[in-house]
């Protein structure tokens, strides 16, 4: 059984999707959390879902932009001066963009999109491996994507920044294991999240259902994910279960990324 008894994990894009599955994984073991989100009223939402589950479990919540280093160094040192420590980190704050033709695909956008899913997750893991190093211990999981270890077309910032985020993660995972520190990433595929619905809205309106039916039609197990089947990996691998797992990134996508 996977235990967060005197465990603390912060989890940034907390608000919602993936973010609040693992939340509710790791609060129904014990664990004590700080969810990081832009939007409080989605944050809000979390903890009470949290608390359906798990009504004792401690959540502190704090609304920031992981875009702005400062506000990420500030809600690290918060989460310390709350709970002394952090033990596991979801580096998982993302967008996905505006879809469009590498050649039509803005610039501002591509800046906007690399912001949040690059920087954004260079941020966290930079001021959060400064507090495992000096612990001795912990396990950070970025959230990478596909997207960032195949083509999916249409999407050149998502794309890049899931890449980047595998680059970051098998580069820091080499440097941090000595110190007792694991580093890995999920690569998620077709997860029914509001990121995803929006994602099939741009391409299909108000027919983005039937739409997703199609997408995932050519899927091995013909369906969508579930953020909570993807809460239970990130749970895992933050645990004290996957104490030699390193540096690896691990597709959750019904095994549609090795299909021909």
């Known amino acids: ?57 401690n959540v502190e919540l ?32 993302g967008i996905e963009g505006k879809q469009n033709l590498t050649e039509d695909y803005g610039s501002d956008e591509f800046t906007k999109v690399l912001a949040v899913n690059l920087n954004g997750v260079f941020y966290g893991m930079k001021h959060v491996l400064k507090v495992m190093k000096e612990q001795g211990s912990g396990s950070i999981v970025n959230t990478a994507s596909v997207g960032g270890i195949r083509g999916v077309g249409n999407q050149s910032g998502y794309a890049a920044s899931k890449h980047g985020v595998v680059g970051l993660t098998r580069n820091s995972g080499v440097e941090y294991g000595q110190f007792g520190i694991t580093i890995n990433a999920i690569a998620p ?13 741009q391409l299909a309106g108000d027919d983005w259902e039937a739409a997703g039916k199609e997408f995932v039609s050519v899927n091995p197990m013909k369906r969508f994910g579930k953020p909570e089947e993807v809460g239970s990996l990130v749970a895992f691998l933050l645990s004290d279960k996957a104490t030699f797992i390193n540096a690896a990134v691990i597709p959750i996508d019904g095994g549609q990324s090795y299909k021909y």
């Open 1 to 57: 059984m996977i235990d967060f008894q005197n465990k603390v994990v912060l989890i940034t894009g907390g608000g919602s999707g993936l973010g609040r599955a693992a939340a509710v994984e790791v609060a129904k073991q014990g664990g004590s959390l700080v969810l990081v989100d832009l939007n409080r009223d989605s944050l809000e939402e979390s903890k009470n879902e949290i608390r359906k589950n798990s009504p004792d479990a």
């Open 189 to 201: 595929g077709a997860i029914m999240t509001p990121m995803v619905e929006g994602s099939l809205r």
């Open 62 to 93: 704090v609304e920031a932009d992981v875009t702005d280093e400062a506000a990420v160094e500030k809600f690290v040192k918060f989460t310390v001066d709350t709970f002394g420590k952090i033990d596991g980190f979801f580096n998982n704050a």
